[in-house]
């Protein structure tokens, strides 16, 4: 499952760049395909952007809800329990 908080309380990064996390395992396998094939920055060329991709590999929920909850992330990939915590979290915002 993939996690974002587009509403973060905090300045949004540059115009133009992603931050992306995952999780180590195979479950996150078609994030591997997106940064092996550079799928966004070449989508993101047909549509006239430059998209600077950060691509971040952490160790687990904690580690990623945390970095979501601080503006450090734009996205993550992680399972239905650290999503429910999110939720809980923001009071689901």
Do not use: C
Not at 7 to 17: M, V
Not at 19 to 35: C, K, N, T
Not at 56 to 69: C, H, M, P, V, Y
Not at 77 to 89: F, I, K
Request: negative net charge; hydrophobic residues 45%.
């Amino acid at each position: 499952m993939i996690l974002g908080l587009g509403a973060s309380p905090l300045a949004a990064q540059a115009e133009g760049s992603i931050s992306i996390a995952q999780q180590f395992g195979i479950g996150y396998l078609i994030l591997d395909v997106v940064r092996d094939q550079q799928l966004i920055e070449k989508h993101g060329k047909q549509q006239g952007l430059d998209i600077k991709v950060d691509w971040r590999t952490l160790s687990g929920a904690t580690a990623i809800n945390e970095a979501l909850l601080s503006g450090a992330l734009d996205v993550a990939s992680a399972g239905v329990p650290p999503m429910l915590t999110l939720w809980d979290r923001t009071l689901g915002k």
